[in-house]
């Protein structure tokens, strides 16, 4: 139990393009999804937190027209990299909580973003 | 920003040695968590332990946590090549994780 799938796992895009990430708890409801972003070899470092129904509350530094967040449902969250650039290639990391014991996340597999 | 700091950065053990890794985290915490990340995937949950708690067992997985020392650590023992992984902890505070910079685990037959 406690499955997250996030699509797609990889994904090149040009320089200017949109992206779009999606993160779906598979068996649970998740009361919160979390977005974060992960260099090579570097820790997790969180982006945003989110609750179905409401406002992303994105991460100092993070910026929250770059980097939209849709919670729609109580299983689907969404990051939408706009207008990507180079430096924006990175993994990102969805992870939800929902199951007890609430204070677990539950991982997406991440997507690799290429920004050509 | 990153809580704490893990120690070592990198470990290269033999099949059936223990393999310890330590994180110390500088704010006060509800619990502390540690996680493993295969290569290029998602983080699975392995251990959480309270902040009033001392230690804690799971399999071949040890936990100890020091309050006072604001530092934690996590041994597995007889350890086996699948245990190749990244080894992260990460400390909960109201809800939100903040991860360490993780420990890079290799374990060889």
């Known amino acids: 139990g406690a499955v997250v799938s996030q699509h797609p796992s990889w994904v090149i895009c040009k320089s200017g393009t949109s992206v779009k990430i999606e993160c779906r708890s598979l068996?649970?409801?998740?009361?919160?999804m979390f977005w974060y972003r992960q260099f090579p070899k570097q820790s997790l470092m969180l982006m945003a937190t989110s609750n179905e129904g409401s406002k992303a509350t994105y991460e100092q530094g993070v910026e929250k027209d770059k980097f939209l967040i849709n919670h729609a449902s109580l299983t689907l969250s969404t990051l939408t990299v706009t207008s990507a650039h180079p430096e924006d290639s990175s993994f990102y990391i969805c992870?939800?909580?929902?199951?007890?014991?609430?204070?677990?996340?539950?991982f997406g597999a991440g997507t690799r973003l290429s920004v050509l | 920003s990153q809580q704490g700091e893990e120690d070592p950065q990198a470990l290269s053990i033999q099949e059936g040695e223990n393999a310890t890794m330590n994180c110390s985290y500088k704010?006060?915490?509800?619990?502390l968590q540690w996680y493993r990340q295969n290569s290029g995937r998602g983080l699975v949950h392995l251990i959480l332990i309270r902040s009033n708690e001392r230690e804690k067992h799971s399999g071949r997985l040890r936990v100890t946590l020091d309050t006072s020392k604001k530092s934690s650590s996590l041994l597995i023992t007889a350890s086996r090549a699948a245990d190749t992984a990244s080894y992260f902890c990460?400390?909960?505070?109201?809800?939100?994780?903040?991860f360490g910079a993780g420990t890079q685990v290799v374990v060889t037959p």
């Open positions: 990460a400390t909960d505070s109201w809800g939100k994780l903040q």
């Open positions: 068996d649970f409801q998740a009361t919160t």
């Open positions: 704010t006060s915490i509800n619990n």
């Open positions: 992870s939800a909580t929902g199951v007890q014991p609430l204070n677990i996340q539950y």
